[in-house]
DNA sequence: CTGAAAGCGCTTACAG
DNA sequence: CTGAAAGCGCTTACAG
């Protein structure tokens, strides 16, 4: 079925049947009804090849900010971004992308404005919780997709990890390591982040379904390595764990405390770091859990695209990607 | 860069063009080398979709030769088969499955017949590892895809599962549970089936890896519950492995033996059917190792029709799933 | 409100 | 060996 075999059931035009497949008005009501009925009739879907191909000829800029740089966490996510904008660079994808490094609110606003002065038609974005970011979000008319982060603002999509989860599938693990009971102690950067906080609390209410294995221990690193070091040297110096459990960034400095305390605990983390993989593979680091960076990229981009080249929305705003265990030969 | 623009360049036509691009001969050398060079330096690329448009044309048939009738691992195979066949068919894509049941080699070959009948450009099988099908699908024309199972014959792929790191990783858990030492008794259907016997081999090489693991059985079910049962059942009276692995079929049947013998010992499965979904919700199987079944469908029709379209041969014809761990709470 | 025409970037006969 | 023309299925001005 073509639009061409539509129009001549109908006995018009293909012009008159395009504006009633697309809404544009114009058409008198008797010849639309005529014309929905035998696009029901006969189960006419348009081409989605040809659509491209006329759809390609409007260009569209996506923006990206993302506070990249020094975080390797994110190289996989832009890897899933580039990829995806290849493939959609023959459909008219152009993607901008504002690598920043660290957690300024003032230059994430100025990354912002200049992707903005660009004329970009949407805005994939790894917001900085804070006011300001917010305040500026909310004044910006075009889609916006949440990578990775979430912030409360009027948004086409949120791309990311479902932290409560992964803490949970975290806990799993620990009840693999501990069935016989044991104490964890968890350390994350900090419990104002909503993503830290959600992991332990996902942590706490796996394990709670063993009798015998408590969390007794929280602490803080500030995701950074010389504080971790110093904080989980210090606890072992008068604790002994059965399992540490490091949910975000400061692992090297963590673990290297834990290597240095000559006691053997295992450790479990999240994300696939250089520094977790190598621990990995040499056994130190028994087990992470990844959240699939690549895919939070690619189905951003996807995500972004499809609204703004057909007016699609995601089924669900709350797009989450898995929590995926690795061990020593998960590839 | 269109094919009109180098066209002009070259001060020729669209036709000649084309020639070059697509290596029908018919140019004169001069001509061709011209057009050539300044392909080169203008970077063409031609745009996908405008080729993507007229390939629909000529319709692409692909048959499916599964033994999924019973058999729900299969299930998300042929998901994965659905959804890409939905996304191509507006390229042109026409995809026939033969859904067969059980694992006789004369259906399967009979099955093979039909398709080819129907004049199908490309093949798509699981197929059974015996010399009669062997030599059947020497004798095909058409590119083949073997899928889940592989078998030694001429092939455009195989997809499937690494059974090796499948059984690394089972291996990998195996070492988190069992920590502080400890006997494995493996399960599988039929040593002789090539995967099963990987998985074990893969195991044995993981947990080979701690001084105090050991696989102290290796026992044959024939994928078959009735016999799972009794053969567990059986074991357990006179051992008690401090874990059982189950790495093929007949799950339900261990699982029920273990329950039965009061025993409280670790499983850990394969795969993830609704009877281990369902034991693993219990806390009676501890983890599954999964080989990513959906992909396994998607990817092979995806390699095929590339092939088919556009003569893309895959990077790699031995085309990996991943093998992934799924606890309690996984999703 | 409606239709004829031109166009997207490519490929495919066909005439010379 | 080469080029002009028609076509894929859709959309977009434009003239009436």
New binding site residues.
Partial sequence: ???????ELA?????????V??G?????????KKIREIIQREN????Q???A??????HLRIGVVIHSVGNPFFDDVIKGIDERTKKLKSYGLEVQVEHLKGYSEWEQIQAIDRLLEQEIDGLIITPINVVPVQKRLETIAIPIVALNTDIHINKLAFVGCDYHNNGMICGDIAKLILHQGGTIAAVVGNFDMSGHKQRVEGLEESVGQHPNIVVTAKLENQDDDQISYHLVKDYLKTHSPHLLYFGAAGIAGGVQAVLESGKNIPIITVDETDCVKKNLEQGIVWATVTQQPYLQGDISVKILYDYLANKKKPKDPYCYTKGQIKLKHSK
Same sequence: chains 1, 2.
């Avoid at 006419?44 to 081409?47: F, M, T």
């Avoid at 191909?53 to 409007?58: A, C, E, H, V």
């Fill in positions: 079925m073509t639009i061409r075999e539509i129009a006995g018009t035009s293909r012009g008159t049947v395009d504006r497949i697309n544009r008005g114009n058409v008198s009501p008797e010849l639309e006419y879907q348009p081409n090849l040809a659509q191909l006329i759809n390609s000829r409007k």
